[in-house]
């Protein structure tokens, strides 16, 4: 039998959440005064509550009672990255799995609690972490902790779910990449090219044999070593009272059993030397395509900072250098599209990571002459610095992105860089530096980011080749 | 021995990690109870007309800094007549120049305020958008106002727009759903409505002009054709100024075109099989169409509580038979898609080639089941509890209300309909619900349009007693 006890946590970020008196309703969005040093005109402050109970699990709480609904995120430490070899999209089916009932809510419990109180839920998986979220009016709020806590503790995984699921996958790959065209082009092919550690350079949708092989005893051993409350962060945000929210919380997360530490894998990357290239035939698709993929610099860094500001200045809107030059000017393609982590965004990730763009052309183009084409405007950056007026356009242009992150009808975007803060770097709270951190690149260091992570020998170019069967357009 | 292996070190983990089963099932306490859900009212908005007979919306809301804005104009695909995609053509290249400042100048004016320009030209219009810094509202007002009013449709930018389309067109029709919904457009409405064509002909879209662009621009484009509807973080008086000063002198325009299809459907069309063949697809992609009633009409609300319970919601009857049973599919949907004087309920999915009998074999099962048995009342409350929460969802935020508001108003619902939403649905009971399949969801006059491998597929479906009798075609691509 298992020992349950239950502990009051009060660490000092407990202690600041149960004590305070009532608050006063403080807006998740201030402005403060402007900092004349930095000049940003406005600052992203986002309130926050952090609390790690005795079983590890890290506990963000915000609120943002605007609008009657809580959004509610569970984030396990565990992506596709680090699957198990031989069981590429393992991670991702097992997110599946954990959809399928647990000992106390059985098979179709969940979606109905939630859809019957009003709400919606569902879970991804990605480079460094599987979440699970809902959006619900706030009365749903203690039923949704009660039954997230009790997946956490107790899913039931059997043959049954297990076969269900692997057709659901299995339909999930062909939808989405056999029966399309380009499929898995860019987002699975170059990061399988740039990179070298298996960690990084498998197909992590999965192969779908591999998707067929798994078993019931491999998703035990997966939910043992990975599902534990010490590999996870629980993020509230919405129209909450901390401390009524916390005491659920304790209620229902406090009793789920610790796991035993767990060893991550090296998932580093060596620094690329020597230009990658490759390419494959899509039967499906009808026209040329062309991706190239640049190993960024580690989340964090103040080099991180300027590349994001770089993908800004080279590739995100109509104003950037390579829609001008490609779209424009050259008229090579209608539109290009890509940035910092074709899955998520520049910030919710936590290892090895491309900035990539993709477009699709018409035939009668070289790559080569492409290559030169997307060199000629990075080289641009990697000779001259930016102008301090470019600069700023940047900046404005991420703050403006954030504060759509985080303000938008499910708030799904604020739980997930909260988590992603948590869980990467144990500081929430961390979110509200984001555009400090920008504020401080210069353009010497736009410079010294760029001749080292834009030049040629980092550079992995993906080719899309039309199939024999490609026709031209026709209409039915 | 390999099997052995595996439940020996599953156990030990077990016996070293106490975890999933042996937790204490006892004393974990029962679901605590939902209960009633707080009320929630749609921001209030300012509503006014300019003399030229420009609307004007405002919706204080939001929680950033930032202004959301959209500029409705009543000029879209209804309006191409036979010239397929020249509404889109033209929206294009609105971002082309506009008032003797380049493409690249307007996008970077966008940038400078924490914006981009978005054109996007639907059924009935082209919505022309920005979200802003809320310092540079007015800024955004003048710019959406060159856009809009005074674009230089230069030729050269127009020759590289089309060849786009011509390209993004070939991608398109490469992809099965999109074929799908020009095949059933094309059954349900016909070749002579704008709504039967959904895409032209690469040699069509090669024979616009610029010229073209223009005729149509002038005659779709006016203040009488247009609404603005700005939401988030803005004052008032200072947005109501800027607005007078970029569009008071707006010329009227033309009136809106009212133009309601003649759809082909009912019971003296019969049943229509359209089948278009992707040799080799894994996949059949599904599309299943009735009538639906108009939006505002008796049996709108009741419908859609129907369409949520069938198949609309995740927790619908077809998603948890084809998808969470079977394992058929993953993405089955289905949803009301309403036009003025139009509407029509449609179901997608994508199910595995060999099994596209089968899954047609459970949604037809499930659907002739709802019109045989009232649903439960905790499924049909759940439903009506569900349609509630999602449409408090879709208003909370700027871009949402913006998206919700411009939809009413397409519609010509009045402005009471956004407070009598969640009432009405709350008061669908099962009998409506049921009621509403039996009248609608009549499977001899359906019609059903498959997009795969044809040689595996035809067969199970002329072997499905509901297709029995039904008029099947092969329909070519072009």
Known sequence: ?476 | MMLRSLFAALSLALLCSPAAAQAPLGTYPNQPAVGAPKPYAVPRTQNYTLPNGMQITLIPSGLAPKTTMTLAIAAGNLNDGTSTWLADLTGAMLKEGANGRSAGQLAQAAANMGGALDVGVGWGRTAISIAVLKENGPDAIALLADVARRPDFATDAFARIQQDKVRDLAVTLSQPQPLAVAVMARAVYGTAHPYGRVYPTEKQLKAFTIEDVKRFYSANFGAERAHLYIAGQFDAGTMRRAIEAAFDDWESGPARLILAPNAQLGPSFGRRVLLVDRPGAPQSTLQLAFAAPQAGTPGDIAFRVTDALLSGAFNSRITTNIREEKGYTYSPGSSIQQRPGDALWIFEADVTSDVTGKSLHEIFKEIKELQAVPPPRDEAAGMSTWLSGVFVLRHASPAGLIGELASRDALGLPASWLDSYIPSVLSVGAADIQASAKERLTLDSLILVVVGDLRTVTPQLKALPELRGAKFAVVKAE
């Not at chain 1, 070899?85 to 969940?110: C, D, I, V, Y």
């Not at chain 1, 997946?151 to 995984?157: E, K, Q, S």
């Not at chain 1, 919380?249 to 090296?266: C, E, H, L, N, T």
């Not at chain 1, 993709?358 to 790559?367: A, I, L, M, Q």
Request: glycine share 8%; aromatic share 10%.
């Open chain 1, 1 to 476: 039998m298992r020992l349950v006890t239950r502990i009051t946590v009060c660490l000092a970020a407990a202690l600041a959440a149960c004590a305070a008196p009532q608050r006063p309703v403080t807006p998740s969005l201030a402005v403060p005064p402007k900092d004349s040093a930095l000049a940003i005109p406005t600052r992203l402050q986002v309130e926050t509550r952090y609390v790690t109970l005795d079983n590890g699990l890290r506990v963000v709480m915000s609120r943002e009672p605007s609008v009657p609904t809580v959004t509610v995120g569970v984030y396990y430490g565990i992506g596709f990255r680090i699957e198990p070899r031989n069981r590429t999209g393992f991670a991702h089916l097992f997110e599946h799995l954990m959809f399928q009932g647990s000992a106390n809510a059985p098979k179709g419990a969940f979606d109905t609690l939630i859809y019957r109180s009003g709400g919606v839920n569902n879970g991804s998986t990605t480079f460094d972490y599987t979440n699970y979220y809902e959006i619900v009016p706030t009365n749903a709020l203690e039923a949704v902790l009660w039954i997230e806590a009790d997946r956490m503790a107790r899913p039931v995984i059997d043959e049954a779910v297990l076969k269900n699921q692997q057709g659901v996958v299995g339909n999930e790959v062909k939808v989405n990449v056999l029966n399309q065209p380009y499929g898995s082009w860019p987002w699975i092919d170059l990061p399988m090219l740039a990179n070298e550690n298996w960690f990084n350079s498998h197909n992590f949708y999965g192969d779908l044999k591999e998707i067929e092989a798994a078993t019931v005893s491999d998703s035990k051993e997966f939910f043992d070593k990975f599902y534990r409350p010490n590999n996870a962060v629980l993020v509230i945000a919405g129209d909450i009272e901390y401390e009524q929210t916390l005491a659920w919380v304790r209620q229902y997360f406090d009793v789920v059993p610790k796991g035993a530490a767990i060893s991550f894998p090296d998932i580093s990357e060596p620094r690329q030397t020597a230009e990658k290239f490759a390419s494959r035939i899509d039967k499906l698709a009808p026209k040329p395509g062309y991706a190239v993929g640049y190993h960024v610099p580690p989340r964090g860094t103040a080099e991180w900072y300027a590349m994001g500001l770089l993908d800004q200045i080279l590739l995100q809107g109509e104003d950037s250098r390579l829609y001008k030059k490609l779209v424009q000017e050259a008229g090579v393609t209608g539109s290009v599209s890509g940035g910092i982590n074709l899955i998520g965004n520049m910030f919710d990730y936590n290892g090895p990571m491309l900035w990539a763009l993709s477009f699709v052309h018409d035939t009668g183009r070289d790559p080569k002459e492409l290559t030169a084409l997307v060199d000629s405007v990075l080289e641009e950056l990697r000779t001259n610095p930016v102008t301090q007026e470019e600069l700023e356009r940047a900046r404005t242009k991420v703050r403006s992105g954030l504060y759509d992150l985080v303000d938008s009808g499910t708030r799904f975007g604020l739980i997930d860089l909260l988590a992603a803060y948590a869980l990467f770097d144990n500081n929430p709270g961390g979110i509200n530096d984001i555009e400090l951190g920008f504020a401080k690149v210069t353009p010497q260091q736009m410079l010294a980011t760029a001749q080292e992570y834009l030049r040629p020998s980092n550079r992995s170019v993906f080719i899309i080749e039309p199939g024999p069967v490609a026709v031209e357009a026709k209409t039915p």
